[in-house]
């Protein structure tokens, strides 16, 4: 069992697991063609209990295109959330095809992966006309941001309906020992429920961090993950680890 080392256990809603299918993507560009099939996937991962689906479409479209994200539109019956950096062509997809949630994450063309939050002081106003454009259109709207209190105190300025803490730094400090590394995130886990901010969490989460995490994070509402995820069901299979996922977020 996780231990709570820092938190009061209060407040513990559900954690709503959202699977982020990128690397399902990955696999099938590999070779072209429809093997695995990504549609199929998110159907057989709602099926299996995930209770959202996550896709980060990326300019060069090299895992997630913009196809995948109009074929899944009509299939997803949980929770579709759509990720990436809001340029023009973004915004409209997103407004095109009304998931439950954009989130909005700062990510250069060429990043490999996420690397950093948005800095809500600096972007508010940017942030707050593309937050009001998807507002506009019934969709939630969440903002990518590190760990600092500064960040989630700002972001309530931008209109955000959520944060999702990047959890990266978290995720190495834990796996070498320190688990220290969950000060922050509690930090901003109270600032953001004491401002009404709901909180999601994402990036390098595993089965070996995602209980303990859970556990010390107060009124955690959902948490993305895809990388660890399915390296993980390269063993195991998708359904037991979606399902080893779901008991740890209860
Ligand atoms: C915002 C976030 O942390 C994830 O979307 C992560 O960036 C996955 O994207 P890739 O699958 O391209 O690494
Ligand atoms: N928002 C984070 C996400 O969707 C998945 O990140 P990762 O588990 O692939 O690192």
Redo the contacts with the bound molecule.
């Keep these: 069992m996780a231990t709570l080392y820092f938190c009061k256990a209060k407040d513990k809603p559900m954690t709503k697991l959202s699977v982020?299918i990128?690397?399902i993507a990955t696999l099938r560009n590999a070779r072209g063609g429809n093997i695995p099939n990504v549609v199929k996937a998110a159907k057989d991962i709602e099926e299996f209990g995930a209770q959202g689906i996550?896709v980060?479409p990326?300019p060069d479209e090299r895992?997630i295109t913009y196809q995948d994200v109009r074929d899944l539109q009509p299939v997803v019956k949980t929770e579709f959330n759509i990720?990436g950096n809001p340029v023009t062509k973004f915004i409209d997809l997103v407004i095109q095809n009304q998931p439950t949630q954009v989130?909005l994450?700062p990510?250069a063309v060429d990043a490999i992966?996420?690397n950093a939050g948005w800095d809500t002081v600096k972007n508010k106003e940017f942030l707050t006309e593309v937050i009001s454009e998807f507002k506009s259109k019934g969709i939630r709207a969440s903002i990518?941001v590190d760990p600092n209190p500064e960040m989630i105190k700002n972001a309530i300025h931008t209109g955000a309906d959520r944060i999702?803490l990047?959890t990266e730094d978290f995720a190495s400090e834990y796996e070498k020992g320190n688990h220290d590394a969950i000060k922050p995130y509690i930090a901003c886990a109270e600032i953001a429920n004491d401002l009404g901010l709901g909180i999601n969490a994402?990036?390098d989460l595993s089965l070996q961090n995602i209980e303990f995490f859970k556990k010390n994070i107060p009124g955690l509402l959902e948490v993305?993950i895809?990388?660890a995820l399915m390296a993980e069901s390269l063993y195991e299979g998708l359904e037991t680890v979606i399902h080893k996922y779901l008991k740890l977020l209860q």
Excluded: I, M, P
């Design positions: 982020n990128n690397k996550t980060h990326r895992h990720e989130t994450v990510d992966t996420s990518f999702e990047y994402g990036h993305s895809g990388h």
